[in-house]
C-alpha cells in the first residue's frame, strides 16, 4: 500500500490525500457532545494528521498545486458567504440591528485590542498571532486572509503555515469559549430564561416585522368625488389600498376610482402610517372586507422571472392592465410596504389582489416558477469570482503601511459578492443563489482549504504543541476568546438592558459561530437568538476578515 502511492502521480496523490483528509475531518466534525462539536474545523486537524504521517513516511506534495487548491477553495468560500449575505449587509446596518451590530463590532474590536497586547506583551510573531485569533473566534476566513495576506508580503513558506498552526491550538476552546460566556452572563446577571422569551415575544409583537391591515370607512366630505391618486400619502407613501366596498360592489382600488362618502378601503402599511391615514380619512370599519364570496381573490407568487427583476412597480403597470394590486412584499422573512417606487428582487414573495382570471395572467408576468429558486446562474457566478479577484489585486496606498493596502483573494471576492448580491441582478447575470446550492458550494470550498492547510502544517504541530510554544497559544486564545465576550456581554446585559436571548444571538454572531447560536436556540423556544445573529452576521464576518489583513499589513516585517 506505501509502495504504491509512492507511484502515484503528483495530482492523484494530492487528491488521494485531500479526499482522505476531509472524509475523516467532516467525519470528526459530526462527533458531538451535547450538541457541542468541531464541526467543519475537524477537517483542519484531520488534514494535520495526514500531513504528520506523510511526513514521516516521506511522502512530497507539489507544493504549487497545493496553494492553488487552497486559494480556490478559500475563494468559493468566501464568494458565497458574500451572496448569501449581500443582500441584508446594508439594511441590517439601517435598521433596528445598528444597536446589536455596534454590540457585535465591540466585540470584534475588543478582540483586535486583546490580540494585540498580547503581541506587545509576550512578543508573539504576527504569523501566529493571527491564527490564534482567528481560532480563538472561530472565524475560518479570517484566517484564510491573513495566510493569503503573508503569502502576498513574500512572507516565508515557515511563517505562511504559522497561522494554521496558531488556529489549531486555539479553535477548541473558541468553541466552548463562548458557549462559556453565554453560561456566565446568564448566571452574574441572574437571568429568568423564560421570562426573557416572553418579554421578547411581547416586544415583537408591537414591532414593525409584519405589515397590519386597516378597513377604513371614508368619513371626510373633502374626499367626496375625488379620485383615490388624490388622497395624499396613498399608493406612494407606504400605504397600499389593495381592494374596496363601493354601492355594495367589492373592486380593486385604482388610482383614477372616484371616491364617496360611506366607501371602505381595505389598506395595507405600517402601523403609524394606516392610523395617520385613518384620521385623515375617516373611521375603522366594523366589518371587515373579505373577497370571501366575490369576484375578487388574492394569492401570494414568488418572483422569478428576470424581465420583472429590478424593475420597480409602478413600471409594470398591474393595476392598469390587469386591474390587479400588490399589497404586501415578503423579502427574507420581512414585509415590505408595496409602494409603487418599490423595486421587486428575485425570490421575493408578493400578495396579489384581483379577480381569478386576472390573477392568471400576472402569474406569467412575475414567474412564480418555484423550482427555479433551486437554480444556479453560474456564468454570474464566474464573472463575479472574475471581478472580485480583479478588485482583490488592485493597491490602495494607504499612509502609515509599507505596502499598498490590496483586499486579496480573500477580501477581493468578499466585497465585490456582497455588492453583487445586493445589486441581484443586471443584464443576462443573476446573483442570487439557491440557499441550498450556497451551502454545499461554501462547505466545498472551505473544506478543500482547511484540508489544504492541515496538510501543510501536519509536519509541525505536534512539535509546536510539545516542544514549542503550542501551550503558550492555548491560553493567549482562551484571553482572545473570553476577555470580549464577557465585557459586552455584561455591560449589554446590566447597562444597556439587552434581552438575554437577544444578547446570546449578538455574542454567537460576532464569533460567527453555529454551534453557539445551537446552543442559545437550546435555552428557549423562541426565534430571538437566530434574528439577532442574522441581524450582526453580514458585518461580523467583513470586520473577521479584514481585521487579521491589517494587523498583517501594520505589523509584519517580510525576514
Known sequence: MVLALFSLSDVALAVAALALSATLGLLLGRLEYKGVGLGIGGVLFAGIVVGDLSARLGLDYNIEMLDFVREFGLILFVFTIGIQVGPGFFASLRRSGMQLNLAAAAVVLLGVAVTL?????????VPALVGLMSGAVTNTPGLGAATQTLADLGASQADVSQPSLGYAMTYPFGIAGILLSMMLVRQLAQVDVAAEAAAWDAQRRRGPSALPSLDVVIRNENFDGLTLGEVPGLFDQGVVASRMKSAGDLIVPRRDSRVRV????????????LHAMQLVLGTESEV??????????????VVTDKHVCGRKLRSLGLTEEFGVTVSRILRAGTELPAEAEATLEFGDIVTVVGPKEALEQIRGVLGDQKQRLDQVDFPAVFIGIALGVLLGSLPV??????????????????????LLGRLGRWGPFMWVMPPAVNHALREFGIVLFLAVVGLKSG??????????????????????????????????RLVFGFNYLTLCGVLAGSMTDPPALAFANAQADSPAASIAYAAVYPLVMGLRIFAPQLIVLLLFVPA
Not at 497586547?117 to 510573531?125: D, M, N, R
Not at 360611506?262 to 402610517?273: F, S
Not at 364570496?293 to 401570494?300: A, D, E, H, P
Open 117 to 125: 497586547t498580547v503581541h506587545w506583551v509576550f512578543a508573539v510573531p
Open 397 to 418: 496606498p494607504i499612509p502609515g503601511l509599507p505596502v499598498p493596502l490590496k483586499l486579496g483573494l480573500a477580501g477581493g471576492p468578499l466585497v465585490a459578492a456582497i
Open 459 to 492: 509536519d509541525r504541530f505536534l512539535d509546536t504543541l510539545l516542544h514549542g510554544d503550542g501551550l503558550l497559544w492555548v491560553g493567549y486564545g482562551m484571553l482572545i476568546t473570553l476577555a470580549p465576550l464577557l465585557i459586552v456581554g455584561l455591560l449589554a
Open 288 to 301: 371587515a372586507l373579505s373577497t370571501k364570496g366575490t369576484q375578487l381573490s388574492w394569492t401570494r407568487m
Open 262 to 273: 360611506g366607501d371602505v378601503l381595505h389598506l395595507v402599511g405600517p402601523a403609524e402610517r
